[in-house]
């Protein structure tokens, strides 16, 4: 099978079946690590709001894992008396679903994009969303370039490069690549994004993109594989370990301008935080518990500082047609 359905099959086996977040879990996301990441959240869509001349709207979430960034980031919206209309969630695990509906009871859950209603403007947030989504890998060889494929090898499973040419599927600006270089491609995130794009572009509103990840074209194999908070062989144990690639933003950003609407500059995490003002939300919330002071610039560091979350993280955001460019991000939108 390919890199892409083995991935696709594993996921869906691993997130249908457990709660991965968490000291208990395989891995942390930065809603959990602190609140400030979600009121920072709550601050830009609220900001959005006002600005756009505060329409009725439904807040969207994409994978919203536990529920932990929609909470904090509706609780900081409605200091604003910034309140949607709907709450909608796309989950398809049971086991999150019912962790989403224990902290925000009011939510939708539907399957897919598709489902969403259709009656106001969405505010769409993807948190570590598209990173789980599968990729195809491509490997140049001494034939050209071929698709990476996962077979079953003395009872174990293992990479092996394809029988068929693929030299069509890799962008011209890296097929020239030497031997050995592997190249990603993420259709279903390509599908997905536009389809968020053109309910923007028909029904309004605005859209998050937050996840580890880079601009393209890039080559370089990102697969990875987490189980209890420690990297671990992405071929092993299917199903039993969180498996996640790098996310192409450019691959993001065409997807949203074929269906007409703007695309941001591509920010830091750290950086967009910290135009948001997390670090005066970070002295406001060590003067009312100061024997917390250390605990929650730790918090802080961690999602901001380069060695951390705060380079790796990227941040994008589309805006429908006639919405005001979104806060946070430097340079022209496009």
């Not at 869906?12 to 079946?17: K, N, S």
């Not at 990840?213 to 194999?221: F, L």
């Not at 993001?252 to 941001?264: F, P, R, W």
Request: with cysteine.
């Amino acid at each position: 099978m390919t890199v892409a359905d083995y991935m696709a099959a594993a996921n869906a086996h691993y997130y249908a079946t457990r709660d991965p977040l968490g000291a208990a879990g395989d891995f942390t996301t930065a809603p959990e690590i602190s609140q400030m990441f979600g009121e920072m959240v709550g601050i830009w869509i609220a900001d959005m709001w006002q600005r756009a001349g505060n329409p009725a709207f439904r807040y969207v979430e994409l994978g919203p894992g536990r529920g932990t960034l929609a909470v904090d980031a509706l609780r900081v919206m409605t200091r604003f008396g910034c309140a949607p209309v709907g709450v909608d969630f796309v989950e398809t695990s049971p086991a999150l679903r019912a962790a989403q509906h224990a902290r925000v009871p009011a939510a939708e859950h539907h399957d897919e994009i598709d489902a969403l209603p259709g009656d106001a403007p969405l505010i769409i947030v993807a948190n570590e969303f598209f990173d789980a989504l599968p990729i195809h890998q491509y490997v140049r060889v001494a034939g050209g370039w071929r698709e990476r494929m996962v077979e079953r090898r003395d009872g174990a499973f293992a990479p092996i490069a394809g029988d068929a040419p693929a030299d069509d599927a890799i962008p011209a600006a890296l097929r020239s690549k030497p031997e050995g270089t592997i190249v990603e491609t993420t259709p279903v995130s390509a599908v997905i994004m536009q389809r968020c794009a053109f309910r923007l572009a028909r029904q309004g509103g605005a859209m998050l993109a937050i996840d580890y990840g880079y601009a393209g074209p890039a080559a370089g194999d990102t697969l990875q594989a987490v189980r209890a908070h420690r990297f671990a062989p992405p071929f092993a144990d299917p199903g039993e370990v969180d498996l996640t690639a790098h996310v192409d933003f450019t691959t993001l950003a065409d997807a949203a301008h074929n269906a007409g609407v703007t695309v941001s500059a591509l920010a830091a995490q750290g950086d967009w935080l910290r135009r948001l003002g997390i670090d005066a939300r970070l002295a406001s919330l060590q003067a009312a518990a100061p024997a917390r002071a250390a605990e929650l610039k730790g918090q802080r560091d961690r999602l901001v500082t380069p060695q951390a979350m705060g380079d790796l993280f990227k941040v994008m955001a589309f805006t429908a047609p006639g919405w005001p460019t979104p806060t946070g991000f430097s340079g022209d939108a496009a």
